[in-house]
């Protein structure tokens, strides 16, 4: 895809007009057919259909369907509280979920561990990183799946091949270490990100889900991370992208999945959805309208509420109906 | 399809190369190593007879006894945990070995294999509690503690008939089991006794657990994020446990050294050690905070608390101010310690 | 397969002493006959409480023989003994507290800390509460309203040992406090101090039997002077007997002790402690439950006034063989 067909999309939608006479998008015929129109291949490598969780008598999460596949970035957008992570905790192991199907690759499935998942080829890239700061990048990069040689009471790791495969990869990636036994807690945000991702491609992940990658990182860093997430995509790997900013999430993403407290309201293929409908649907025009009349009322701040209504206004003509 | 993006330029230039030796400053022991270097010369300026190898053989004592304890628990401060029950333990190992072989009058080994159990048993009673209730180490081996010390108490007076265990000397096997724990080597003229031994290797076999498998790759991770190693499939419940375990194990070390060298075991000893052994851990460069720090360490810091406690009697210092000596070296021990790992890490 | 490898562990473990128990010892071990047979008649009196408050920390071998003489007495007097310490003077006083609510008909108190048992002895007073005092105390005891105290002054007991190690020719002795801040103890190497002016104290880490070898040796080696050592415990002078023994000064270091056990008795008998001074502690606690209920018989206070004394009692060669039998049960 390039950067001319995202253009003629808006163009079509502008074409529509505000009082919605144009194509609705409907979210049941997205996944009627059994034969996906992106991929062609019967099934997807990830699915959830009607998915729900409950904590006691709080529901995190209800009637969720979203689809993953190889080779595709699946952006789930929402704010905080919209229940991502009790998503993605469901997906990656951590927990269960209490209604609907969840599938890989054709075949049922509810992962109770996070182990589990790892075996089925889920990787899951956390905001917190699940990396240790204090350890040196090899061994971080080799938790939990470290190459041994010897046998029996005299089995050891085997440091050269893990330094040696883990300089590899991250060079593969883009990095440059010349030292891989520093804490990886001294790399920035953005290498840190990478190196998680690299582990994750390394041990064969067939689906990558990342938990708000650029959430704390400065612009440039956010770049270089969206530059990975496209990288590990074009491996054949299925990425589960989540975040709160459209921004990011538009340029990479093929699906978008949208979640506001706790329910999904939008599921949109990328040739169906532009950028400022998508940072509408985000939004929420009537949050944004309330916040104009209150401050009018207020009186103070007649400027700004000026300018709020004017972007309101600019949202409201371009929410599809 | 898409195509293959080529991957961005190098990063940052301003990460510059460290050099080796700001590499090795920066390990955790070195600290503690240079405090140790510091102490023994002063030492050894103000009472010339530390330089004498008999003394330093008994310095080497003084520190096995608290060392073999500062491995295990410093494994276990990596780890992420506390263990305030260790010195009591050591001492109800003891007592299980010398009652039960009393009271039933078998050979003394049944007693010391069934001490074994008894130890690790506590070690994963301590594990499986903190994992179960995920209250925090610190009270959950406080509780512990506590029951352990009436426990010594009370079954040493019913069993026995008073405070004190019975003497075992003329018991079966007694011989060969003060061979093993406390036997006392002559080596060129100089006394040297079983736990020196025992802790060098336990210290070997520990470091080389620590860093050379995949169980010590784990229990670096475990303390340094716990989360963090259990989303990536690290057996974090089973880490911890076999940790309190390996710590139950230096306790029952210790506690048969003790037997087979004093004989008959007081039931109220062991109480305050706990902390020393944390005290000789953190010299040694293990963070409270955990996922930092290394068996040889612990070994260092056990070393430099001999030091201080014989080097005070060797420098014939008044005995009244023994305590506060004793605790200003220690002080100045970290110090040290914490300046040359902040300057290795400014480096 | 980590779980396999435990059950097959525990397996084993549950096994394997199954059938060592088979392995019985030679010799050593419990005695198969139980010694002291309880034939005899207890007193036609009623029953009565009768409290005992020490200041012993916990697991002192000391305070246990204090205890026996005071539940024998107990025993034979139809009396309800209530023991209970504890080395902190405020929890003590406490204790006494505790021992008034339950209305005892006598409370028998140590005065380590006699100042903060001032209070609540006077409440005992003023319930009608006979107090004697034993083992510390001896100067204090008819402020706090005991009428007797039973003990030996631990001056005295030192000043005993002063004496015979100067008599012996000793000039350099080192006196080991197991517990620094222990008045008694520290009373103690005051006495020898008193007729020895060479004394020097060394103190020792008392709950790390390790670290009192280990400092002992220490202080052997840095002290080529040293012509004699004395232990304040009886296990504390076992492991210095061992510690003297591994440096081969035997013929140069006489070792001298505190109090009695069963092995310190075989040790003087042996030659390797020279002497020790008892100041039977089976004595102060039998004498004092014992005088509580003469007070319930028939109002009697003994002592006129006046503390009586338990020693101090020096045992060596001598007379040793005689007391080694009772020191085996754990009275002496």
């Known amino acids: 895809m390039t950067a001319n067909d995202m253009t003629s999309n808006e163009t079509a939608k502008h074409a529509a007009g505000p009082t919605g006479t144009g194509p609705t998008i409907d979210q049941e015929t997205l996944l009627q057919n059994e034969t996906d129109p992106l991929t062609h291949t019967p099934v997807h490598l990830m699915e959830l259909e009607g998915v729900g969780k409950h904590y006691g008598n709080i529901i995190a999460l209800t009637e969720v369907t979203m689809a993953v596949d190889m080779g595709r970035v699946t952006c789930v957008l929402g704010d905080n509280g919209a229940g991502k992570s009790t998503l993605i905790k469901i997906i990656a192991g951590l927990h269960q979920h209490d209604e609907g199907t969840f599938k890989i690759m054709g075949q049922e499935r509810k992962l109770t561990s996070p182990r589990e998942a790892l075996d089925s080829g889920i990787a899951a890239v956390y905001q917190d990183l699940a990396v240790v700061g204090l350890m040196p990048i090899w061994r971080n990069f080799f938790l939990g799946s470290e190459i041994t040689t010897g046998r029996g009471p005299f089995r050891r790791l085997d440091v050269k091949a893990m330094k040696e495969i883990t300089k590899n990869e991250l060079a593969d990636m883009g990095i440059d270490l010349r030292d891989v036994e520093q804490p990886i807690g001294q790399l920035s945000g953005g290498e840190r990100q990478c190196v998680a991702i690299a582990r994750a491609v390394h041990f064969g992940a067939k689906a990558l889900i990342l938990d708000e990658p650029t959430a704390a990182l400065g612009v440039k860093q956010s770049g270089v991370v969206l530059r990975y997430i496209l990288q590990a995509r074009d491996r054949g ?85 | 399809m898409t195509t293959l993006l080529k991957p961005p330029p190098a990063l940052d230039e301003r990460v510059g190369k460290r050099g080796m030796v700001s590499n090795l400053l920066g390990r955790p022991e070195i600290g503690a190593l240079v405090g140790a270097i510091v102490l023994f010369i002063f030492f050894s300026i103000v009472a010339p007879v530390f330089l004498q190898a008999n003394s330093f053989a008994t310095v080497l004592y003084g520190s096995s006894t608290i060392g073999i304890m500062a491995v295990g628990v410093a494994l276990l401060m990596i780890g992420g945990e506390f263990d305030l029950s260790a010195g009591v333990a050591v001492i109800s190992s003891a007592l299980t070995a010398s009652l039960f072989s009393w009271y039933f009058s078998v050979n003394v080994w ?100 620590l860093l050379r498998t995949r169980v010590g790759n784990w229990i670096f991770a475990v303390g340094g994020d716990e989360n963090a190693a259990r989303a990536v499939g690290v057996p974090v419940k089973w880490t911890k446990i076999g940790l309190f375990m390996g710590v139950g194990f230096c306790g029952w070390v210790l506690g048969m050294h003790n037997l087979f060298a004093f004989d008959a075991v007081q039931s109220g000893e062991g109480i305050g050690n706990e902390f020393l052994y944390i005290i000789a851990a953190v010299i040694g460069g293990c963070l409270l905070t955990g996922g930092y720090g290394s068996a040889i360490g612990g070994a260092i810091g056990a070393f430099i608390f001999g030091m201080a406690n014989k080097g005070i009697v060797y420098a014939q210092w008044n005995p009244d101010w023994f305590k506060f000596f004793l605790g200003l070296m220690l002080l100045l021990a970290t110090i040290v310690n914490l300046i040359v790992k902040r300057r290795a890490d400014s480096k | 397969m980590k779980k396999i490898s435990w059950q097959r562990l525990a397996v084993v473990a549950a096994i ?44 002192d071998t000391f305070w246990d023989i204090v205890r026996k003489g005071a539940q024998e007495a107990a025993t034979k007097d139809n009396v309800d003994l209530l023991y209970t310490s504890d080395p902190d003077g405020g929890r003590q006083a406490q204790l006494v507290q505790q021992a008034i609510d339950q209305k005892v008909a006598g409370i028998a108190v140590t005065l380590a800390k006699p100042d903060a048992l001032k209070a609540v002895l006077k409440k005992a007073e003023d319930a009608g509460i006979p107090v004697v005092s034993l083992n510390s105390g001896e100067d204090v005891f008819k402020s706090v309203g005991a009428f007797t105290h039973f003990g030996s002054d631990e001056n005295v007991a030192g000043a005993a040992v002063g004496t015979r190690l100067a008599e012996e020719g000793v000039t350099h ?86 109090d009695l056990s069963g092995e310190l008795i075989q ?19 039998y004498d004092s439950i014992d005088a509580l209920w003469q007070y319930y018989r028939g109002g009697f206070m003994v002592g006129g006034g006046l503390p009586v004394l338990t020693g101090p009692a020096i045992i060596d060669k001598t007379n040793a063989p005689a007391v080694l039998k009772f020191a085996k049960e754990g009275i002496r």
């Open chain 3, 173 to 258: 002795p080192l006196c080991v406090i197991q517990e620094q801040g222990n008045v008694a103890l520290e009373a103690r190497c005051a006495g020898v101090k008193t007729k020895v002016p060479g004394t020097e104290i060394l103190y020792v880490q008392g709950t790390d039997m390790t670290q009192v070898a280990s400092t002992v040796t220490a202080k052997l080696q840095s002290t080529p002077g040293a012509d004699a050592i004395i232990g304040l415990g009886a296990p504390f002078t076992a492991t210095i007997v061992k510690a003297v023994g591994a440096l081969n000064l035997a013929a140069k270091v006489k070792v001298a002790s505190f």
């Open chain 2, 110 to 209: 049944v007693g010391v294999g069934l001490a074994l159990v008894v130890s690790l048993a506590i070690g994963f009673v301590n594990g499986w509690i903190l994992m179960k209730t995920k209250l925090p180490s610190f009270i959950v081996t406080l509780a512990t503690f506590l029951m352990l010390t009436g426990l010594n108490l009370a079954l040493t007076r019913l069993i026995g008939g008073s405070v004190a265990t019975p003497s075992i000397a003329t018991m079966d096997g007694f011989a060969s089991a003060q061979a093993v724990f406390a036997n006392d080597f002559t080596i060129a003229g100089v006394d040297l006794k079983s736990p020196v031994f025992i802790w060098i290797i336990l210290v070997a076999i520990t470091s080389w657990l």
């Open chain 1, 237 to 321: 790997l299925g990425v589960i992208f989540i975040t709160h900013n459209p921004h990011h999430a538009f340029p990479v993403g093929d699906r978008f999945l949208l979640l506001k407290r706790g329910k999904s309201i939008g599921y949109y293929d990328k040739k169906d959805i532009t950028l400022d409908e998508l940072t509408a649907q985000m939004a929420g025009g009537a949050e944004l309208a309330e916040l104009a009349h209150e401050l009018e009322a207020l009186g103070s701040h007649g400027d700004l509420a000026q300018e709020l209504e004017a972007e309101v206004a600019e949202t409201a003509g371009q929410l599809p109906h």
């Open chain 3, 16 to 59: 394997v002493p199954m059938l060592a128990l088979s392995a019985c010892s030679s010799s050593g071990g419990r005695p198969t006959d139980t010694g002291g047979s309880n034939g005899g008649k207890v007193a036609t009196t009623p029953s009565i409480k009768i409290a005992l408050i020490t200041h012993a920390a916990p697991g």
């Open chain 3, 267 to 285: 040790s003087i008998i042996d030659g390797k402690v020279q002497f020790t001074v008892d100041q039977q502690p089976w004595l102060q606690g």
